[in-house]
């Protein structure tokens, strides 16, 4: 925290105070799911990211032209999704500040710097009925927060010490949990925060279950085990005792929530480990499953797993859409869910009912010791959106001969298909992989006429499994003689006896503090007045890790880390101080002592090399009338330049991964793909109605918001291309990283009203 810019700013922030007031006195309660306002991620808590306007229409919207910009000024790759409420814009910049912006003249309003940590995808904002309390509410380093949405002061008496910590509750020590703060802010309902997390996907990842919080006390209200433990549904489909050790079952992506009924709707993702379950044998509910629970109390209303005891990764990553279709002349409120590998899963929201048939399908066994594949699927009846095998016949036509020839041969000795269990003993090239098919932020709605929008990638992963060894984090004793020997010859003098700190900074925990890289890189290259100590073998500095407390096998969240100083209206800087803890535990790395367990583990990295292994498309966005269960049109977006050499008939490899849509009610959908293109489509027919290609890349979900009877459209382009993309930010008069606002030119809202 900077003093002497929080003095200066003590007056200003008492102005702002009063115009921020004033500027949000007309807002509706957060707690409503409005379509006309811009509050939420994804624009509302039912994550349709559909906006209710009447102004951009198909006739106009090829007259968008970019009305203000706000640049973040620096290089950081931002995926944040702003939130708009009445005339005040939050963003992040700034060395991963908040910010909140005047959006009628883009003018700063307060900064909370260096807020290093928080999730970079989006926020919350609650407000009270009275309005009185209005709070943007967050994760940090595993943590959670609020700041005043007024004034951008952290709210001291939310948890315990500000904060609440999210590795609590979890069936793990918390000190020996990594990582677990959730990729996406959450959703909320009435006075409750529900939220995920992501567990990571390694052995012996913690459990993912789903918690609700107050987001006034910070009290956790209520937690669903998507693992279940001893008496609860679905214990049954594990292995016994096997919620101490297995992990993930997580909501890493988009909760979606029905506000007039009452209930969540949750996407959950695989077990842990993803490509090998001999220690999980089972169908693993809740695993991949769409859950719905009672919002208010996390009770389970119902649930349907679209994959058994899964081996390829293909958890439940896009959002829940909520639709309301006509069938046979009956109407019938319904949720459907689309899945990385290609399927769309319709069921009635109270009853959970499908509504179209889906049917169980036999698939092959695995080859692989201990493991037993579940011998059926579920096949949705509704038309797959991608291809499910590579073969010779479908192989990249642009490939040069010398890798067509090294791909001949490796689909000749490789298995690919729907459902092919991963093998050591051959490759498994499954179409879609780990990414998808569908992601997060890859679907939107019209929810009234009952049209889903899907955003898709034909992107691969070649798997084989090998043989791995379980981790072995406790030192041996040679190990420990050698550190202590390193430690008390170069490290004692400077940094204490008992790593207090002395003329160094103290070492005790410093697994919460640095990146295994960080540490080693500072070993070996010195920093500040500390030597480099170049003459330390890889073992040594693991083992030096080890014994300091880190764990360089494992994701380590960064805390706290050193303050950098803003320029602007800065309020408050860092977020609450994160407490040490007092015992640091190693992170979990073998079975617990009384269960059974397999002898033998296996791995395999998630072989996404090459996105454009297939032939195009690559990705594309399509419509579904789920009315009718048809496919109502689809169309190749995104633009490379590695193969199809900017064709953009063709889409980009990866074309669509943390892209996003926003549909209108005049009939308008708005989609990102790779490359910098932003495209308005007819929503009835698909036809390109507007193209525009950003400075930089765009990877986050579009934002949308009304001002004065204008509607204006928000782009998250703060990242950079991809090699296989053209660099459009050198390109002369090229916007710098920021937040491009487009609207319609003020003299021509309606070209047709003004003939």
């Given at each position: ?41 994804a ?82 904002y609650?407000?009270s ?9 967050f994760?940090?380093?595993n ?37 677990i ?15 995920g ?25 209520w ?64 695993g ?12 389970r ?23 309301t279709?006509?069938?046979n002349g ?24 499908p ?16 493991e ?27 490939f ?7 791909w ?12 092919i ?20 932020g ?12 899907i955003?898709?990638?034909e ?201 996003g ?29 507007w ?65």
């Amino acid at each position: 925290m900077n003093p002497k810019k929080i003095k200066s700013n003590l007056f200003p922030l008492l102005f702002c105070c009063i115009c921020l007031t004033a500027q949000m006195s007309c807002s509706e309660s957060s707690q409503r799911s409005s379509h006309n306002t811009w509050t939420h991620y994804a624009g509302s808590p039912d994550q349709s990211k559909y906006f209710e306007s009447e102004q951009i229409t198909p006739e106009n919207v090829h007259l968008l032209e970019v009305s203000w910009f706000y640049p973040t000024e620096d290089n950081v790759p931002y995926f944040f999704s702003p939130i708009i409420v009445d005339t005040v814009m939050y963003v992040m910049g700034k060395n991963s500040s908040l910010i909140a912006l005047n959006v009628k003249n883009g003018e700063e309003i307060w900064i909370h710097s260096n807020l290093n940590g928080l999730t970079k995808r989006g926020i919350n904002y609650w407000e009270s009925q009275d309005k009185s309390d209005r709070r943007l509410i967050f994760t940090i380093n595993n943590t959670i927060q609020a700041i005043d949405a007024l004034t951008g002061q952290s709210i001291l008496s939310f948890g315990e010490n500000g904060y609440v910590d999210l590795r609590e509750g979890l069936d793990r020590v918390p000190s020996s949990i990594r990582r677990i703060q959730p990729m996406m802010p959450g959703v909320l309902y009435e006075d409750l925060l529900i939220i995920g997390s992501a567990t990571g996907e390694n052995y012996f990842s913690p459990p993912g279950h789903i918690r609700a919080y107050n987001v006034i006390t910070g009290e956790m209200e209520w937690i669903f085990h998507s693992i279940p433990h001893p008496g609860e549904f679905g214990y049954e489909t594990w292995p016994k005792d096997a919620y101490k050790y297995a992990g993930g079952v997580n909501v890493w992506s988009e909760i979606t929530v029905d506000s007039e009924k009452g209930i969540a709707f949750l996407p959950i993702g695989s077990p842990t480990y993803d490509y090998y379950g001999a220690d999980r044998l089972g169908s693993n509910l809740f695993g991949n499953s769409l859950v719905a629970l009672d919002a208010k109390t996390g009770e389970r209303l119902w649930h349907f797993q679209t994959v058994h005891h899964d081996l390829w990764d293909y958890d439940l990553s896009p959002a829940p859409q909520l639709l309301t279709l006509n069938r046979n002349g009956k109407k019938i409120d319904a949720v459907a869910i689309a899945t990385k590998h290609g399927f769309v899963f319709v069921f009635d929201r109270v009853t959970g009912e499908p509504v179209f048939p889906i049917e169980e399908k036999p698939f092959p066994a695995s080859e692989m010791p201990g493991e037993e594949a579940w011998p059926t699927q579920p096949i949705s009846s509704l038309p797959r959106f991608t291809r499910n095998e590579v073969t010779l016949e479908t192989l990249n036509p642009y490939f040069p001969d010398s890798i067509k020839q090294v791909w001949q041969k490796r689909l000749s000795e490789a298995k690919s298909g729907l459902y092919i269990p991963p093998s050591d003993k051959y490759e498994t090239v499954m179409m879609p992989g780990a990414l998808g098919g569908s992601n997060y932020g890859n679907t939107a709605a019209d929810p009234d006429k009952g049209i889903l929008y899907i955003l898709t990638q034909e992107h691969a992963s070649i798997y084989k499994l090998n043989k791995v060894e379980p981790p072995k984090l406790d030192l041996s004793v040679g190990e420990i003689k050698r550190v202590k020997t390193l430690y008390t010859a170069s490290c004692q003098s400077c940094h204490g006896i008992e790593m207090e700190g002395g003329v160094g900074p103290p070492l005790q925990n410093i697994g919460e503090h640095l990146f295994y890289d960080e540490f080693r890189s500072t070993v070996l290259n010195g920093k500040g007045q500390m030597p480099g100590f170049v003459h330390v073998d890889e073992e040594t500095l693991k083992a030096l890790y080890r014994y300091l407390g880190g764990n360089p096998r494992t994701f380590n969240i960064r805390r706290n880390l050193e303050a950098q100083e803003v320029e602007g209206p800065v309020v408050a800087s860092g977020g609450v101080k994160i407490l040490p803890d007092e015992n640091h535990s190693l992170a979990m790395s073998d079975y617990p002592n009384d269960v059974e367990h397999p002898d033998v583990r296996f791995t395999t990295d998630y072989g996404l090399d090459w996105p454009g292994l297939a032939a195009p498309p690559w990705s594309s966005i399509l419509a579904y009338d789920l009315n009718n269960g048809t496919i109502k049109w689809r169309r190749p977006v995104g633009q490379d330049s590695l193969y199809a050499q900017g064709n953009q008939s063709l889409g980009a490899p990866g074309g669509v991964l943390r892209k996003g849509m926003i549909v209108t009610s005049t009939g308008v959908v708005f989609t990102t793909a790779k490359g910098g293109k932003l495209y308005a489509l007819d929503a009835e027919s698909g036809e390109i109605l507007w193209e525009e290609t950003s400075s930089n890349e765009i990877n986050a979900q579009p934002s949308m918001y009304t001002l004065d009877g204008n509607q204006y459209l928000v782009i998250n382009a703060t990242s950079n291309f991809a090699r296989d993309s053209y660099n459009h930010s050198k390109k002369p008069n090229a916007l710098p990283k920021g937040y491009v606002i487009y609207s319609l030119p003020k003299n021509k809202l309606n070209p047709i009203e003004n003939q």
